[in-house]
């Protein structure tokens, strides 16, 4: 029988995930909750860009949605720039009675050391209410922080050091409100966007390296952050809107997990909006964009991903694969036990049901 499943928000994550939702015959989708007024009232399958009519109209009331009683909802609201706001639509959606497969908050992939007492406490509070699980991830925090370096990790002898890498040019990215207010992109160079901020770097990725060293079995001593940007040289347009002459063009940061006085788990992202823009700096595999998993150890490897989709460009591709990764987790997080779940309680393949999905059409 089909879980049903209510889907929150049509972002560049939600969009790609609702699509996935209406396609899936492993889901019904059971409702569809907006926040722009504009989208109130038309079907679900025109705002997932697909050419069919599913006869649910979306609503901007999320405790109406909720009385229709999902199985699990799909939450891909902004979480950046509205942390209180979303920690609150996930409490009341989990008291509700519906499990959550998350994008957002990306403190919730990990919390613990990060998040005070009282912000957790009320998450988890919600889940005994409600009997429910909660799964947050994403691409990076997310499945190339965890999967990606857990599975090759397993084959090693011993394991030194690891480096997470995304490079990527974002010029193609439409999402104006976490490039230009969070990331700070086109700003003059003296104008530090909340990105920068200190402890913020160690905030956003910390969830991830705490979560890979919990997974190798110990705990790191400290999280170091440190990042460096290139202003442009003149002014040009990208999707998100305009970049000015001296405005951030590019930007590396790495964020590194120190155990015993090494760094030993790495999280380092370039990131451009013009490929000609810092050459010195990481390359990525593929025109565009790729992440890259480097293992010193015995044996070592640098593993380049290089995702690619039929519908888009390698940002679509990347932003398709966090979709996935949330969408594919439903089942077993209906199944698991209530509480805040991460992916060391969730079983390693989630894929189950994609190919049946494929050879079913």
């Known amino acids: 029988m089909a879980l049903r499943v209510l889907h929150v928000a049509t972002g560049n994550v939600g969009r790609i995930a609702l699509s996935q939702l209406i396609e899936d015959p492993r889901f019904e989708l059971a409702g569809l909750v907006v926040s722009n007024p504009k989208k109130i009232g038309r079907d679900a399958g025109e705002l997932a860009g697909l050419d069919v009519v599913t006869g649910v109209a979306a609503?901007?009331?999320?405790?109406?949605?909720?009385?229709?009683?999902?199985d699990c909802t799909v939450y891909c609201a902004l979480g950046e720039t509205r942390l209180f706001e979303a920690l609150a639509d996930v409490q009341k959606i989990l008291a509700s009675?519906?499990?959550?497969?998350?994008?957002?908050?990306?403190?919730?992939?990990?919390?613990?050391?990060?998040?005070?007492?009282?912000?957790?406490?009320?998450?988890?509070?919600?889940?005994?209410?409600?009997?429910?699980?909660?799964?947050?991830?994403?691409?990076d925090p997310g499945w190339v922080n965890d999967l990606l370096p857990f599975a090759i990790a397993s084959t090693c002898q011993r394991v030194e050091k690891v480096v997470c890498s995304e490079i990527a040019d974002y010029a193609t990215y439409d999402g104006g409100p976490v490039m230009f207010d969070f990331m700070g992109f086109g700003r003059?160079?003296?104008?530090?966007?909340?990105?920068?901020?200190?402890?913020?770097?160690?905030?956003?990725?910390?969830?991830?390296?705490?979560?890979?060293?919990?997974?190798f079995g110990f705990?790191?001593?400290?999280?170091?952050?440190?990042?460096?940007?290139?202003?442009?040289?003149?002014?040009?347009?990208?999707?998100?809107?305009?970049i000015p002459a001296g405005g951030v063009a590019a930007m590396r940061l790495k964020i590194c997990g120190v155990a015993g006085g090494r760094e030993v788990l790495v999280i380092d992202h370039t990131t451009r909006l013009r490929g000609d823009l810092r050459p010195d700096?990481?390359?990525?595999?593929?025109?565009?964009?790729?992440?890259?998993?480097?293992?010193t150890g015995e044996p070592s490897y640098r593993v380049?991903?290089?995702?690619?989709?039929?519908?888009?460009?390698?940002?679509?591709?990347?932003?398709?694969?966090?979709?996935?990764?949330?969408?594919?987790a439903i089942p077993d997080v209906v199944a698991a036990p209530p509480g805040l779940r991460t992916p060391l309680d969730l079983p390693f393949n989630t894929a189950r049901g994609v190919f049946a999905t494929a050879l079913t059409r």
């Not at 403190?107 to 799964?135: H, K, N, Q």
């Not at 160079?189 to 160690?202: N, S, V, Y």
């Not at 380049?304 to 594919?328: L, Q």
């Open 281 to 295: 700096w990481p390359q990525p595999a593929q025109d565009g964009g790729s992440y890259r998993l480097e293992i």
């Open 188 to 215: 003059p160079l003296d104008d530090l966007p909340r990105m920068f901020k200190p402890g913020i770097l160690a905030a956003s990725w910390g969830v991830s390296l705490r979560m890979m060293a919990r997974g």
């Open 97 to 139: 009675g519906s499990n959550v497969v998350a994008s957002s908050p990306v403190p919730l992939i990990y919390p613990w050391g990060l998040l005070p007492d009282r912000m957790i406490d009320p998450v988890e509070d919600a889940c005994r209410t409600g009997g429910t699980s909660l799964f947050t991830t994403g691409v």
């Open 304 to 328: 380049d991903v290089c995702p690619t989709s039929a519908k888009g460009d390698h940002n679509y591709a990347a932003i398709a694969a966090g979709a996935g990764r949330i969408v594919n």
């Open 219 to 242: 705990d790191l001593d400290d999280i170091t952050e440190w990042y460096e940007r290139e202003p442009a040289p003149e002014a040009f347009d990208v999707a998100a809107g305009h």
């Open 59 to 70: 609503t901007g009331d999320l405790d109406a949605a909720l009385a229709a009683r999902p």
